[in-house]
């Protein structure tokens, strides 16, 4: 049992040492784009160095289409970077949580 423990724990460092907090989609958003196309864009990591760029319009997915090209070579740069490829989709951006509103009588 204590050698599954061993195995099990060196695995877990493993993973550790290799994610960086710096090439996580929140950091990347914050380093490559504004603060007027942050709250237009939601990035997601997918499997085999795929980034997600969800957008919440068309006219945003044209836009940031336009930029593919900067930014993933912008990625690719970085380095421990995982990004290889770049792709763009309309979807759902959350909406951030409203601060306390007034009640009207």
Known sequence: MDSIKVALEAVM???KAGTSDENSPENI???FFSAKERKHVKLRLAAKGVL???VDSPAWSY???LRKAALLAKLKAMPGSLVRELRLTVGEIEEPAL???KKRD
């Open 13 to 15: 460092k493993g993973l």
């Open 29 to 31: 958003t914050l380093k």
């Open 52 to 54: 997600w760029v969800i």
């Open 63 to 65: 836009y940031f289409n």
């Open 99 to 101: 601060k306390s509103c």
